[in-house]
């Protein structure tokens, strides 16, 4: 009797089960077209056992899944609106109709933030440029994709690369991180952009103003956080990109991810060639120099609900060739100089949530640089080289550098207070012929805490403070402060933040020569320090219930002992040191508008306005640059093709000339021009092909000129410059595929 009573008791709890757990349908549709969406990611939550899974639908918009009868579900797709809904009793069929939504896709961001967070709530002013508008701008590099951005200007070096202003501020002040990790390798300043490959980049985080409590010396002018893929669900993913530009680039990168249970695996790897462009095309010397790049990555990361660890491999290599034009009296021996580029990365990033309301992130990444030079003479009638025997004309400089990081974070259980401290160290050394003494090291040792006040339901506010010690300089403390007011959905958020950067190596040691520059380092340069001051008002209005967005910035920048270039020869325009500026500052703002008037239609504009004003040798006038953009894009073909137009005016923009021995400074301007690019783009095969082609550069730009300005502080006047802007216009191709594999 008592065995047939369990007997009976288990056939009970079983068949209780199975008949809780019953099979359902999800069938997923395209609102405008009313046929089967295919490929939508689902989450759906049991709430019963509180288990979730994730799956996407096959080609004909279907999925069958198994719960409880009770459960959230959320179904989502690019360019369509999330959907989240709760069932709390069992259907045997869930059908779903998606809406589009092409432009409006939640923005999250994790630069300076304790942990992921949508763009609108956090307290800093972050731009974030999504991997839509990488794609719509057929961007290849940063420098392309930033040089469209409002209130940033580029500069193109023909053999340092690309470098940028933001907010005015230029150089070792803007912290360039991929990962959260800084890249290193900066030459006369500035990281060249134009390595930094956007193939495998799933969006750029740009935060506006000094991030130097957290990220300390080379963020007092903003941070560029470049944020690659990850594969969050897919068992496996593959994927291939070929680029054919015109002017001679040709670009070839893949990639492929393996994710099982809490395992999770990837390889990227890509080859990127350019043959150069002369402005005249009868020289053998070209403005842009031809350069061949090779990158490649390789990461592991193991995941629980509680700990995520991952590290990560990055190189990089490039070749770049600088040719001189023949040699008088009888033209038939030229020069050949190679310069080699190697950089090596290497980091170890860890997640541990230590429970609901507190967690601790760490960061050790090891970087290498080195940048080597090689001067050949060529015979142009049997086309044989010779290594110049002559040492200066070959060197390698070395640079090494180790970053660690770790964060303790803790919030209430009200989320009215939360705290952040930590700990932040960057060592780095250099050796090679061209180093003072042929080696050098500095180290920066600190400590942070943040904290972070929700004093009303709309008023948060957020003081921070730094300690440092340099061991070549004395760090000041370093204190921040920033307010955020937000209602409806409109946001006001202000700061204020000190800043410090000690020189770098290379602005204290390098003495870095070429056929463009004889650069000096300079021992006795003082730190630089600073005051910022950042407004930002965003504003959220319904236009035919589309949603209305605009944005106002307003800042202020003060630099004292300001680290600049300095030319040091009147008769010789190549040669410069680095040296203090007693103070430089720069005002100035930008407003931007964003909406999309008709369905499948989206439009954004921008105007922004810089004033820089350098105290040294009596210039007592802000000079004035401004930019515009403009951006238009239509969807179409039930949302798979797409014609973007992408414009940008940059205007008459201040440089200054010809520092002479009396200190005078003179002041030019380089013409304006205007820049559109247009990329037309279609989807096949169930999205996994994506073909774009298009125009760039219509207006045919390639190198602007200035006349001589208005005087300096003593009255001189100069000669005219000229500054490269592009190669002309070209026609693109681009082929991408993607396979992706779901474990059922």
């Not at 096959?58 to 959230?72: Q, R």
């Not at 994709?145 to 150089?171: E, F, M, V």
Request: charged residues 20%; neutral net charge.
């Amino acid at each position: 009797m008592k065995h047939k009573l369990i007997t009976i008791v288990l056939a009970f709890v079983i068949g209780f089960t199975f008949a809780q757990q019953k099979e359902s349908k999800l069938i997923t549709n395209d609102g405008e077209t009313g046929e089967a969406l295919p490929f939508c990611h689902v989450c759906i939550r049991d709430l019963e056992t509180n288990n979730a899974d994730y799956f996407v639908t096959d080609g004909d918009g279907l999925a069958k899944f198994t719960f409880s009868g009770k459960a959230i579900i959320s179904v989502s797709f690019m360019g369509y609106k999330t959907i989240i809904d709760t069932i709390v009793a069992y259907r045997n069929e869930i059908s779903y109709t998606l809406e589009t939504q092409s432009f409006n896709f939640d923005e999250v961001v994790v630069t300076g933030q304790n942990s992921p967070i949508s763009v609108d709530k956090s307290i800093y002013n972050i731009k974030l440029i999504g991997k839509q508008e990488i794609e719509q701008t057929a961007s290849t590099n940063l420098t392309e994709l930033l040089s469209k951005q409002a209130n940033i200007q580029i500069n193109n070096d023909p053999s340092t690369g690309s470098s940028l202003k933001l907010q005015g501020i230029s150089g070792e002040n803007i912290k360039i991180l991929v990962d959260g990790v800084p890249v290193i390798g900066r030459l006369n300043g500035s990281v060249d952009l134009s390595q930094i490959n956007l193939s495998e980049v799933d969006h750029v985080e740009i935060v506006n103003g000094p991030m130097s409590v957290i990220y300390g010396s080379n963020a007092l002018g903003g941070v560029i956080n470049i944020i690659t893929k990850e594969n969050k669900y897919a068992s496996l993913k593959a994927g291939a990109d070929l680029y054919y530009e015109s002017v001679g680039i040709y670009n070839a990168n893949g990639n492929i991810y393996w994710k099982k249970d809490k395992n999770a695996a990837g390889a990227t790897f890509g080859r990127n060639f350019f043959q150069g462009f002369s402005v005249d095309p009868n020289t053998r010397y070209m403005e842009w120099k031809p350069k061949e790049q090779y990158n490649a990555s390789a990461h592991y990361s193991y995941s629980t609900e509680d700990l995520i660890l991952k590290g990560k491999l990055d190189g990089f290599k490039e070749k770049l060739l600088d040719r001189n034009n023949p040699s008088a009296p009888y033209y038939i021996n030229g020069t050949d100089t190679w310069y080699y580029t190697n950089r090596l990365t290497g980091s170890l990033q860890g997640d541990y949530q230590l429970s609901e309301l507190n967690s601790f992130k760490t960061l050790f990444s090891y970087s290498y640089y080195d940048r080597a030079k090689e001067k050949y003479f060529k015979d142009l009638r049997t086309l044989e080289t010779v290594l110049s025997p002559n040492s200066e004309d070959q060197d390698t400089s070395i640079f090494n550098a180790i970053t660690a990081r770790g964060t303790y974070n803790r919030r209430t259980i009200s989320d009215v207070l939360e705290y952040q401290m930590g700990f932040d160290i960057n060592w780095e050394d250099a050796k090679g012929k061209r180093i003072f003494n042929e080696y050098e090291k500095m180290a920066d040792y600190a400590a942070f805490l943040i904290l972070k006040w929700k004093a009303t339901a709309k008023l948060m506010i957020q003081p921070a403070l730094r300690i440092a010690h340099n061991t070549k300089y004395d760090a000041p403390l370093v204190p921040s402060i920033n307010f955020k007011y937000s209602w409806d959905k409109n946001s006001l958020r202000l700061s204020y933040a000190r800043g410090f950067r000690a020189p770098s190596l290379k602005e204290l040691y390098l003495f870095f020569y070429d056929s463009n520059h004889q650069i000096e380092g300079n021992p006795d340069l003082k730190a630089e320090n600073s005051h910022n001051f950042n407004l930002a008002y965003n504003g959220h209005v319904l236009l035919k219930e589309e949603p209305f967005e605009y944005k106002l910035t307003l800042y202020y920048n003060q630099i004292f002992n300001k680290i600049a270039l300095i030319q040091v020869d009147e008769a010789n325009d190549l040669h410069y040191r680095n040296e203090n500026i007693d103070k430089f500052e720069s005002v100035g703002g930008t407003f931007g508008i964003s909406f999309t008037p008709v369905k499948y239609i989206h439009f954004d504009a921008a105007y922004a306005a810089t004033g820089r004003r350098d105290n040294s040798s009596g210039l007592s006038d802000f000079y004035f640059s401004s930019d515009a953009t403009a951006n238009l894009d239509f969807n179409f073909l039930q949302n798979t093709a797409n014609i973007a137009f992408n414009y940008k005016y940059v205007g008459k923009y201040p440089v200054y000339t010809n520092y002479g021995t009396n200190g005078e400074i003179n002041v030019s301007y380089m013409d304006d021009y205007h820049n559109l690019d247009i990329n037309i783009s279609k989807k096949f095969y169930r999205n996994t092909l994506r073909i774009s082609t298009g125009v760039k550069n219509i207006f045919d730009n390639i190198q602007l000129n200035s006349a001589a300005g208005s005087g300096g502080g003593h009255g001189s006047s100069g000669g005219g410059t000229s500054a490269l802007v592009g190669w002309g216009r070209t026609v693109f191709v681009s082929l991408k595929y993607n396979f992706t594999k779901y474990d059922k």
